[in-house]
């Protein structure tokens, strides 16, 4: 193997198991062209039977693309695609799930307002019982421990069971070839180890799967073979379980990856920045929950991190945190000393805290304007001079837009261009960089680089730490875990509107805030003390 | 008895517009368009269906006269929106102000003429029904359509999987293109359904309720109907109670006024909106229930990534 030109430059070798599978999708020299740019240039990839083979590269490096190709999504400009030996055209999603191609999404691609089965209906060809079928969803997904009700419906599911109706949707097609677009994102360490035993269930029935992560320790632990592309094409074949992630990292980015430095905080005896106290609110909407009593204090000099699965209180707690709801009582949310909870986000931001909520394009920036105009709006307000008497200082703005492109290597193709413009990564770095720009002293980020790559998630993680050493305060919420342990001094987790309390990084594990995201406060409690009992 | 009877029957004249409209636009919308130009397609339906029979002498030929009419703007409307993706408030509204200068167009020849009215079909036996036979079995084919719709229209949006496939679309344009549903084929035919019963109740008003042309006949029914369908949280069973009631407080002020209990006509004539307003934001109190049945990509330009 390691058939490849960069790595025989590099004297890299890429030997590893052989694959013995039987030959199921080849795709050869695979082009796509969106206007100017290259997405796809001449990628050629083989899957086998029986094989995880995993996708790599950084954000823009074209992976979705050759993924929507595949599935017959998006029709490639030239390339030939094979299955078993033949060749074929796939022209549309319904073509791809006939030949056996099935596709789990990362932004789901599931419908809110319908059921559990009704979503996985419409993805089923040929005349069928909904009734027959809620039976055959039950049986199955229970047989692959991800069980499901069938009667539930979508809106009310949190997103670790949403994942779960994409998988079953997909095992309900019988596709002998899965493709799974960052699978474990929103999962909890348990359902991820879950999900991964099916994975293997699948393999040795003898089905095919393209698996797409940024997660490198999980692909090394369950990948057979991977593919590395880099600005469109492929640059190296290799055996994952004869790499590091950091040999991984490399060949993704081409480059080193900077190793994250953090000094021990010396923030116990600093003073309190921010501080949540006793806070609850209602839930606001019917998909929304309720925040049950929660207590937190960011001393200054350290970064907190909030891990749980997604959807169990975050986006509330931001928002009661951040201002754009208001708490019942000013003193619930402190800033410097300061009662704010009956303030908006305008007065915090003057008291020195700055936001960066989860959603970049439509929350964190207005997809339709351009970059300096975006700084405007989090910053209009905050005696930065960007306005004047009432009226906006564009000049001045553009030269902030400026200086942000250069200091957080925020990449362009032109200048000042509109929002929507950016890919993910260079979007979360502006909007992260408008906010540190102002060195605030309090920052609260959600999801600090969900979706970002390697490299740019490395430098912005640094960042966090810096500002937090530089003496401010920093809480970070995140579903990441491998991203809280590098950057975390405290750890809490939030589980069903409830937080527990901060505990300091170095005594938390994995398993511990497994339990504890799973709303299990009561066997994480016996699994620390399990575990200080053995090391006593 | 028979005064009460006499009056329900007008009630159900009142209501039947309304209903059929209503029920088009909410295929219309469970499929994620937004059609603002009802008014406009009731009012060319009403003045081709009154031409039509003029001019062959039969009513139910003028029915479909006014069922073509409706639907053939309503293509107008499909075609700019869908393919041409243009701004469907902008266009909904357009296509109002196009049918309601149309129509006076065409029916300039029509005014003062009497009308062909549809003659009552009874239905044997269930006519026989003291009170309800009167009331239910001895109306118009139009009357008998309108429940029809409903009852075809919920089985087939809850029972069917074209209807499965349609709500599909509406809750999320995007999903349902990646799983290689055809969104745009659907909206098409959802957008030509809502258009065609515009069109049957723009006939109704000219060839049923007042058998004549008159300009700017439908006095604004098509917007009560698009807001009878919002009401109603886009459920069909909702949209008989929403035109129903409507109907009724309108005919019943109608009485009112003619006793005189010395309320101001103005505020009468309000009535009928106040009330149907009113009653349908009660019944949609259940908030998750109404976020379940919104269709999420109302309204929504769509273009494919190909």
Redo the contacts between chains.
Sequence with gaps: MGRDTESSKSGETAAGRLRTGDLLLQAHGITKRFGDILANDKVSIDLRAGEIHALLGENGAGKSTLVKILY????PNGGTLSWNGQQVAIS????A?KLGIGMV?QH???????TVT?NI???LPG??SLRDLADKIRRVSADYGLPLDPGA?V?DLPVGIRQRIEIVRCLLQEPKLIIMDEPTSVLTPQESDQLFETLKRLTDEGCAILYISHRLEEVQRICHHATIMRHGKVVMECDPALETPASLARMMVGADIKDITREASSATEGEDRLAIVDLSAPAD???SVPLKSIHLQVKAGEVVAIAGIAGNGQGELFDVISGERLSDRADAVLIDGAPVGRKGINARRRAGAAYVPEERLGHGAVPGLKLSENIILTRHATRDGLVLSGFLDRGKAEELEKKLKADFDVRMSHDNPEARSLSGGNLQKFVVGRELDRNPGVLVINQPTWGVDAGAAASIRQQLIDLARAGSAVLVISQDLDEIFEIADRIAVISRGELSAAEAAEKMTRERIGLLMGGHAGEAGKAAEGRATHAA | MDLAVAIIVTVVTAATPLLIAAIGELVVERSGVLNLGVEGMMVIGAVVAFATAQTTGDPYIGILGGIAAGAFLSLLFAVLTLTLVTNQVATGLALTLLGLGMSGAIGEGYVGIPGIKLQAIEIPLLSDIPFFGDILFKQDIIVYLSFALVAGVTWFLFRT?AG??L??VG??Q????????GVIRIRYLAVLFGGACAGLAGAQLSLAYTPQWVENMTAGRGWIALALVVFASWRPLRVIVGAYLFGAVTIGQLHAQALGFGIPSQFLSALPYLATMIVLVIISRD??LT??????SLGQPFVP??
């Design positions: 017959g999504a998006l029709e549309s999603p319904a073509e799930r999404f789901f691609s599931l419908f809110e307002a319908l009704e209906a419409l993805a005349r069928l419906i809106a909407g019917p998909f | 999987r499965l496939t709500r599909s809750d999320s995007n999903s349902a293109h990646t799983l290689g549903i908030r998750r976020l379940v049945n919104t269709p999420a990534d190909r």
